[in-house]
């Protein structure tokens, strides 16, 4: 019987229970996806609707000249700020989570295959990977991006390309660590196919590493994604994003400041509470690790 994962999400419960970092990072990380999803009941604006005479750099409420009817003021095209951050997570949360979806969908079967079956299988697939993981993530998903064009698509699809490399090396170390126990050579005496000894037998064993892995990349993705719409080579404007609203802002900074610290703080908190919950999960799934209480 297979009790592996059982023993993750105990394992999570008790790191977070105890864990007051993971806790915190928990929390705000709630906060922003419940923000993303409710933002049609919670932002009262249109974040599309141009304003180019009577609300144009509208300050925040807490300045003066602002006002609660745009809290987080607008922007050089009277955009209300706070409606787009809002909308803007929902694109910018989404380009975070589905690139290492399809990363670890097309990385994690490659590394168990390599790590089940070794020899030339392994040394071919190695070699490409370590071919691939010789260049930063963001410089494949640039080269991507380029190739592929501009737009949210072919983003999630190039980012999410330069993050495979990363789940087949992990996964691939992991099954190697596997593939001889007892349960797998059970599995391959009974007379399993392939495709059942790796996703119903190792795949569940190894999914602590890949758990890890998936939530720190999670934060780099996000910030790829955010630095290749900054560049102009992401999200088409004027979609709200928050990588998008950093490059509309950084030219008016000075006279508008606000449109450049809220789409960032927004980044900021995303990266620094996933990177956090990270720490704890990697604490939780440690089997070195011990837990209080």
């Given at each position: 019987m297979n009790t592996a994962k059982p023993t993750v999400w105990r394992s999570l419960y008790l790191e977070i229970r105890v864990n007051r970092s993971a806790q915190i990072a928990l929390f705000i990380l709630s906060v922003l996806?419940?923000?993303?999803?409710?933002?049609?009941?919670?932002?009262?604006?249109?974040?599309?609707?141009?304003?180019?005479?009577?609300?144009?750099?509208?300050?925040?409420?807490?300045?003066a000249g602002g006002s609660f009817l745009h809290p987080f003021g607008t922007d050089?095209?009277?955009?209300?700020?706070?409606?787009?951050?809002?909308?803007?997570?929902?694109?910018?949360?989404?380009?975070?989570?589905?690139?290492?979806?399809?990363?670890?969908?097309?990385?994690?079967?490659?590394g168990l295959l390599s790590g089940y079956l070794g020899g030339r299988v392994d040394d071919v697939l190695m070699r490409v990977n370590d071919c691939l993981l010789a260049f930063p993530s963001i410089l494949i998903a640039l080269i991507l991006v380029a190739f592929l064009g501009q737009g949210l698509v072919n983003l999630m699809i190039a980012v999410?390309?330069?993050?495979?490399?990363?789940?087949?090396?992990?996964?691939?170390?992991?099954?190697?660590?596997?593939?001889?126990?007892?349960?797998?050579?059970?599995?391959?005496?009974?007379?399993?196919?392939?495709?059942?000894?790796?996703?119903?037998h190792v795949l569940p064993n190894i999914l602590n590493s890949v758990v890890v892995v998936a939530t720190m990349s999670f934060a780099s993705a996000l910030l790829e994604a955010a630095g290749l719409s900054f560049l102009g080579l992401g999200v088409r404007p004027p979609t709200p994003e928050w990588g998008a609203m950093l490059a509309e802002g950084k030219a008016d900074f000075y006279q508008a400041w606000w449109t450049l610290v809220f789409p960032g703080a927004a980044i900021f908190l995303t990266v620094l509470s996933l990177n956090m919950?990270?720490?704890?999960?990697?604490?939780?799934?440690?089997?070195?690790?011990?837990?209080?209480?």
């Open positions: 996806v419940l923000s993303a999803l409710a933002a049609p009941f919670l932002a009262q604006h249109d974040p599309l609707v141009l304003d180019l005479e009577s609300s144009r750099f509208l300050p925040p409420f807490f300045s050089s095209s009277g955009r209300d700020v706070f409606a787009r951050v809002l909308y803007g997570g929902r694109i910018s949360l989404a380009l975070g989570f589905l690139p290492v979806a399809i990363g670890a969908g097309l990385g994690v079967p490659m999410g390309l330069a993050y495979a490399p990363t789940f087949a090396r992990i996964s691939r170390g992991s099954a190697l660590g596997e593939r001889n126990k007892e349960y797998v050579l059970g599995a391959h005496a009974n007379g399993a196919a392939l495709p059942r000894i790796l996703f119903r919950l990270g720490d704890g999960l990697r604490d939780a799934l440690d089997p070195r690790s011990v837990h209080r209480g």
